[in-house]
């Protein structure tokens, strides 16, 4: 177990993309500045994807172009294919996420392509890049890694196959998302241990979804076997619109919250963050399911309250 964590904030990116309103790129540029001065890691800052798919993130370079960068933060950019990829290029993205399925029916209704027929785009997608930013950072994130909604649990052996690939193609992280809330603790730690003992040269991140109430579970879960890099989204925000029932992302702040509490240095300042989560709602226009916004640290002391006479 380790004494210090890092987050990666995705709200801008997997928030945002499901979220039924456009947030004016001026306002999206000012969440990701208030976010980058509260101590994250890294800032999911947007997708090269098609606006025609993810029309609420069609702004992408206005968005990189707009920010400003904080030292120590890596801004990170989805790119899905070659064009995204150069895309991304132009605009100075500081690393790229790419994405896969471990499903085959998840990534035909997302990508319209099995896993192995994605890690041979990928595998052009890094060489192409590299040719040109030999220093670019890969991150590739293995959606439904502890389950499919359309066709139930993924077999280990074929998540371990998917990074084994994927090391061998020269990312330097891989992230396990459970893209629809279905992992458990116990599911976790045994996938991450395998992960971490296999593969210690690749940067392991883990992208939960809090769906059925289990996101803090999980992530405490992880940390347990040695993962220190976590995705998390403000307020809770995100979900995948190709996968059904797919709801929030773990929520940053109650992440955070729950390691402080530890004892574990994330890196965070926990009350700038709360009150950045505290500007969504108005953003937005609807209530995060976050709960440290709500209720308080739990730290917070109140008055004592007087005495019935």
């Given at each position: 177990?380790?004494?210090?964590?890092?987050?990666?904030?995705?709200?801008?990116?997997?928030?945002?993309?499901?979220?039924?309103?456009?947030?004016?790129?001026?306002e999206?540029?000012?969440?990701?500045d208030?976010?980058?001065?509260?101590?994250?890691?890294?800032?999911?800052?947007?997708?090269?994807?098609s606006?025609?798919?993810?029309?609420s993130?069609?702004?992408?370079s206005d968005?990189?172009?707009?920010?400003?960068?904080h030292?120590?933060?890596r801004y990170?950019?989805?790119?899905?294919?070659?064009?995204?990829?150069?895309?991304?290029?132009?605009?100075?993205?500081?690393?790229?996420?790419?994405?896969?399925?471990?499903s085959?029916s998840?990534?035909?209704?997302?990508?319209r392509?099995?896993?192995?027929?994605?890690?041979?785009?990928?595998?052009g997608?890094?060489?192409?890049?590299?040719?040109?930013?030999?220093?670019?950072?890969?991150?590739?994130?293995i959606?439904?890694a502890?389950?499919?909604?359309?066709?139930?649990?993924?077999?280990?052996?074929?998540?371990l196959?998917?990074?084994e690939?994927?090391?061998?193609l020269?990312?330097?992280?891989?992230?396990?998302?459970?893209?629809t809330g279905m992992?458990?603790?116990?599911?976790v730690?045994?996938?991450?241990?395998?992960?971490?003992?296999?593969?210690?040269?690749?940067?392991?991140?883990?992208?939960?979804?809090?769906?059925?109430?289990?996101?803090?579970?999980?992530?405490?879960?992880?940390?347990?076997?040695?993962?220190?890099?976590?995705?998390?989204?403000l307020g809770?925000?995100?979900g995948?619109?190709?996968?059904?029932?797919?709801?929030?992302?773990?929520?940053?702040?109650?992440?955070?919250?729950?390691?402080?509490?530890m004892g574990?240095d994330?890196g965070?300042?926990?009350?700038?963050l709360?009150?950045?989560a505290?500007t969504?709602?108005?953003?937005?226009?609807?209530?995060?399911?976050?709960?440290?916004?709500?209720?308080?640290?739990?730290?917070?002391?109140?008055?004592?309250?007087?005495?019935?006479v």
């Open positions: 177990m380790n004494e210090r964590i890092y987050i990666n904030e995705v709200a801008p990116r997997d928030g945002l993309q499901i979220e039924p309103v456009f947030v004016p790129t001026t999206k540029v000012a969440l990701i208030a976010i980058s001065a509260t101590g994250v890691a890294a800032i999911e800052t947007t997708s090269f994807t606006s025609k798919a993810i029309p993130l069609a702004d992408a968005v990189l172009a707009g920010i400003h960068r030292k120590g933060v990170v950019a989805l790119v899905p294919n070659q064009r995204g990829a150069e895309r991304a290029l132009e605009s100075g993205a500081d690393e790229y996420n790419l994405v896969l399925s471990a085959d998840h990534g035909l209704a997302n990508l392509m099995t896993p192995w027929q994605s890690l041979e785009r990928l595998e997608v890094i060489a192409h890049v590299r040719a040109r930013a030999p220093a670019t950072i890969f991150n590739a994130s959606s439904t502890f389950g499919c909604p359309f066709e139930g649990p993924v077999a280990e052996a074929k998540i196959g998917i990074v690939r994927l090391g061998g020269g990312v330097d992280g891989i992230s396990l998302c459970d893209t992992a458990n603790p116990s599911q730690s045994n996938l991450c241990k395998h992960v971490l003992t296999h593969h210690s040269e690749l940067r392991l991140t883990l992208h939960l979804h809090n769906t059925r109430g289990m996101g803090l579970a999980n992530a405490l879960a992880g940390w347990q076997v040695g993962v220190v890099h976590f995705d998390a989204a809770g925000l995100g995948c619109p190709f996968a059904p029932g797919a709801s929030g992302n773990v929520c940053t702040e109650d992440l955070v919250h729950m390691f402080e509490e574990v994330t965070v300042d926990l009350e700038a709360i009150k950045v505290q969504l709602p108005t953003l937005l226009g609807h209530e995060m399911p976050g709960q440290v916004v709500k209720a308080g640290r739990a730290n917070r002391r109140y008055p004592t309250p007087k005495s019935a």
